[in-house]
T-cell receptor, first 113, second 112 residues
Framework: GEDVEQSLFLSVREGDSSVINCTYT??????LYWYKQEPGAGLQLLTY?????DMKQDQRLTVLLNKKDKHLSLRIADTQTGDSAIYFCAERPRGSTLGRLYFGRGTQLTVWP | EAQVTQNPRYLITVTGKKLTVTCSQN?????MSWYRQDPGLGLRQIYYSMNVEVTDKGDVPEGYKVSRKEKRNFPLILESPSPNQTSLYFC???????????FGPGTRLTVT
């Protein structure tokens, strides 16, 4: 299967920027995703980027894609305590069906007041 | 309200006692999936379905069965549960022309 890697933990102070990193193995992946899981809840899609894009911005979220290095990052500006959650990176390889995603292990983001 | 529902939300059972976790979506989505989430391992896909009567294995299908007789339902069946299937299970669905995968609230299963 595909291998999506993330660091497991990140701590930041409220108001700072958070950057969560992810590396993936399939250079032909078509879509890459960021999901958020709050305690005791299911996953919620935060944003996604198509492989022909380098950057996508949505309010406080900025996604950067470096296809050469197979590196994806999620930057959260002005991080709030409500952003504390587990963040999952996922990829959809080229040729795979829409329902076939590969997830990383998740990064636990802790925001300190 | 558009949603994915799972039942039960919590289940404690014993080794070998067959069980079914139901998943239902009211959005007429073609794609449905089952995942398990374990500490340190993230989400791993068990099975997925592209439409009625079309299913395929994910990364960890051993010990599980699925069926897709109706578009809205995608039950997960454990014929003979074992303790290593103790996990948090998520069902998800997606429309064929969208990248957004909607997740259910999860089912926490404990097999003793």
């Amino acid at each position: 299967g595909e291998d999506v890697e993330q660091s497991l933990f990140l701590s930041v102070r409220e108001g700072d920027s958070s950057v969560i990193n992810c590396t993936y193995t399939d250079s032909s992946s078509t879509y890459l995703y960021w999901y958020k899981q709050e305690p005791g809840a299911g996953l919620q899609l935060l944003t996604y980027i198509f492989s022909n894009m380098d950057m996508k911005q949505d309010q406080r979220l900025t996604v950067l894609l470096n296809k050469k290095d197979k590196h994806l990052s999620l930057r959260i500006a002005d991080t709030q305590t409500g952003d504390s959650a587990i963040y999952f990176c996922a990829e959809r390889p080229r040729g795979s069906t829409l329902g076939r995603l590969y997830f990383g292990r998740g990064t636990q983001l802790t925001v300190w007041p | 309200e558009a949603q994915v529902t799972q039942n039960p939300r919590y289940l404690i059972t014993v080794t070998g006692k067959k069980l079914t976790v139901t998943c239902s979506q009211n959005m007429n989505h073609e794609y449905m999936s089952w995942y398990r989430q374990d500490p340190g391992l993230g989400l791993r896909q068990i099975y997925y379905s592209m439409n009625v009567e079309v299913t395929d294995k994910g990364d960890v299908p051993e010990g599980y069965k699925v069926s897709r007789k109706e578009k809205r339902n995608f039950p997960l069946i454990l014929e003979s549960p074992s303790p290593n299937q103790t996990s948090l299970y998520f069902c998800a669905s997606t429309r064929s022309d969208s990248q957004i995968q909607y997740f259910g609230p999860g089912t926490r299963l404990t097999v003793t």
